[in-house]
């Protein structure tokens, strides 16, 4: 019987190696892991690449992570966002390093990872200080940029459903990077409020199918902060 | 440049919203960039359907809920709470900018530090060497919604020019913007740059001009209203 | 108020011109669009390029559009199946262009339209006749082919439910192409056997949200054929 | 190449179909090649949980239903009736296909009309210049799945080996099939070329070699079974 659900945090951790690449699913608060990033700590993996839309916020969480020295790089979007202390001083001492990345561009990257496809053009950061560096190349008298994908070794998420096959939901503004980060790594542990029978979801609203996912663990985490 | 006796009085953060949310017409798909544009939601008519996008997955995006209705999972790209009206839906990051990079926002409302003559815009980043810069999805809506209007101040507090030949700051996309809502005045983008398309009463050409730091046509100056 | 509801098939048909590109979606006969595509014949539109997963079966729907000689060119996936007596003659006869595109790539170049993605990468016929004549690139040592995105005037697609704002349901196996089509289109006509109220679709079970729709019109068209 | 009195029986479709069956574990996404890869399906133990993928956007897929409990909306990729098991789920063909091209399907079963000893297949045209070739989604199969396992005739009807040092039909894909199943054997393709793993009782290694168009190595074989 196939059954993604694991038991302890430690077994939803299982296997992150230092060095990896790790997708954190959520924007703001809203669908963030936070237990399994709790669990990332925990593990003590270090050396990491951290792909998320912020860096953090306070002292807990993804900005405990980045306090702790566990991570080398970080790529996202918007890692200058209130709160964010952490992550502004090790940026300014020159101990992380930064990838900025479009937000669209960022969900694309993840997106062509989970897809196939290595590589992709794209109109954003055209003519910016974001393609510098970058191939361009104007197809139909428009300049594009060459964006390749972004894989993760793990995919830290969650949801708000899940039954055995690992079929997942989201709510509401909660799917965001989620159910994309959840095609993209080769590994992707869920942690969701509720457990459902399989069948229990809808076919037609399964959000992310079972077969981007790999483990799921129960974590009755609540709403987000308001 | 210092202003004595004027006589004319720059529209305050909401007239500036609400002049903008009267040319929205019905049916429009419209992104609002975080900080004021925000506020045009406020200001279109009650009898108008427009339908608001939000970066991170939803369309359809209603007001503020009151302080005792806020349901945490409903956040706006500000990270706001916000409500889903009727006939909205929830969808993921890459739907959501398919939906901006594609082409299928018709207007996406954004604040700037400066908008060139030719349609390039500035609003992420203030110096090419700042530090911890933040993009988030400026760059995506400037460069894939269908039109990008502008609503800013048409100076900074320091009274320097935010209408430019060419921008000082680092880019968000080139060639892009159509329309800037000012406190002062609509200018359009055009192929001939800046052209003035309504002041607000009071001032006069030359003041407006003086105002900016390119150079204004007024010869679509709507003069009826 | 917004309302995408057409009352006839000729508000449906508005605006096609000859020499559109047009979508057609459906995999076999389930999500296909037949009323619309009768809709297509009746407005006499011609010099028409279909994008469709088949190319047609028997002499009526889209077999009949080609036999009445008003399709200049065809891209699809699989063109020759049981049936497609009317391609077949026509593809002989040399009086239709055949443009054969593996489904994957098919269904990528489509979202890459609607994705405002004007080309990418792709593993899908490297080394294949498929990609002869089309740019390659090795990249982290395996080859892949550059295609480009495949945009439509005009997408005719299939869906279970819509509402005024069209967005729309499809069922079971019938969103297919339909779904990725209705984004890839300046003109989305959607054929709807249920009218719903705006609503009454669970947020989270929209399957293409209203912006990607156009025009929807309401047709009882019942169950494909068994 | 004629057999006379020979000492073995050559697998029929249900028993290649139950053999290949056989080999995939609990837990797998597996996707079904049209024709006779879909009597996979029929032979996997039932105590063994397999998830099946058809390109049209299922997940999850069950057995052909009833003749009087057919529900038209549910097909497969070969526009068979299928049904939907608990757990199963519907998508649109983009995400279909990132499930196929993303690596994210463990297994494909093909079927070929000739396997190379690189791994190179050829099974969706039987000439270069054939009028209206058919591609379908095999290419992408061939491409992206895991793995790919080939279901075929040792030979042709003809007595033409499939099995061959290099393709002279059109390519599907270069060098990706891991592992073929015919009516005679398990054949590995291995960095050294076909590898058999098992042989049908009663076929001597001789005359499976003089059935195939390219050496066979025989030192991975299985002779306990």
Redesign the interface.
């Known amino acids: 019987m196939i059954d993604k659900f694991v038991r302890s945090m430690a077994d939803a951790m299982e296997g992150i190696a230092d060095g990896s690449t790790v997708l954190v699913g959520g924007f703001g608060s809203v669908g963030q892991p936070d237990a399994l990033i709790d669990g990332l700590i925990e593990s003590g993996a270090k050396d990491l690449t951290i792909v998320a839309n912020n860096a953090g916020a306070g002292r807990v969480g993804l900005a405990k992570l980045l306090e702790l020295r566990r991570v080398r790089r970080i790529i996202c979007s918007f890692p200058r966002s209130a709160g964010s202390v952490v992550f502004e001083e090790l940026y300014a001492n020159g101990e992380i390093e930064l990838e900025i990345v479009p937000q669209g561009t960022l969900a694309e990257r993840l997106r062509a990872a989970g897809a196939g496809i290595p590589a992709f053009f794209t109109p954003t950061a055209a003519g910016t200080q974001l393609a510098e560096g970058k191939e361009t190349r104007v197809i139909d008298g428009r300049e594009y940029v060459l964006e390749k994908w972004l894989p993760g070794d793990v995919a830290l998420i969650e949801a708000w459903q899940a039954d055995r096959w690992g079929n997942l939901t989201y709510r509401s503004s909660g799917r965001n990077f989620n159910a994309v980060m959840a095609m993209a790594a080769t590994t992707t542990v869920a942690q969701t409020q509720h457990v459902v029978d399989l069948g229990a979801i809808d076919p037609e609203a399964v959000a992310t199918p079972g077969i981007f996912t790999s483990r799921v663990i129960h974590v009755p985490y609540g709403d987000p902060e308001i | 440049m210092s202003d004595t006796a004027a006589a004319f009085k720059a529209l305050n953060r909401d007239e500036m919203a609400n002049r903008l949310a009267q040319d929205i017409p019905?049916?429009w798909?419209v992104n609002l960039g975080i900080g004021a544009p925000t506020k045009v939601a406020d200001f279109i008519p009650a009898d108008r359907?427009v339908?608001i996008?939000?970066?991170?997955?939803?369309?359809?995006m209603g007001p503020a809920p009151a302080k005792d209705q806020?349901?945490?999972?409903?956040?706006n790209a500000g990270?706001q709470?916000v409500t889903?009206k009727?006939?909205?839906?929830?969808?993921?990051?890459?739907t959501?900018?398919?939906?901006?990079?594609?082409?299928?926002?018709d207007l996406c409302v954004l604040g700037a530090y400066e908008v060139a003559e030719n349609g390039d815009i500035a609003n992420w980043a203030t110096s090419?060497t700042e530090?911890?810069?933040?993009?988030?999805?400026?760059?995506?809506l400037a460069?894939?919604a269908k039109r990008i209007w502008v609503l800013m101040q048409h100076t900074t507090k320091q009274g320097e020019a935010r209408l430019v030949e060419s921008c000082s700051y680092?880019?968000?996309?080139?060639g892009v913007v159509k329309r800037i809502y000012t406190d002062l005045a609509v200018i359009d983008v055009t192929e001939e740059g800046f052209s003035v398309v309504e002041m607000i009463p009071g001032l006069t050409r030359e003041e407006l001009q003086a105002r900016s730091g390119a150079r204004l046509r007024f010869d679509r100056l709507n003069t009826a209203g």
């Open positions: 019905e049916g798909y359907e339908v996008h939000s970066e991170n997955g939803i369309l359809g806020v349901d945490p999972w409903i956040i990270k709470h889903l009727p006939g909205g839906s929830y969808f993921d990051h890459a959501s900018f398919a939906m901006i990079r594609g082409g299928h926002i090419a530090s911890a810069p933040a993009v988030g999805g400026a760059m995506d460069a894939g680092p880019l968000t996309a080139a």
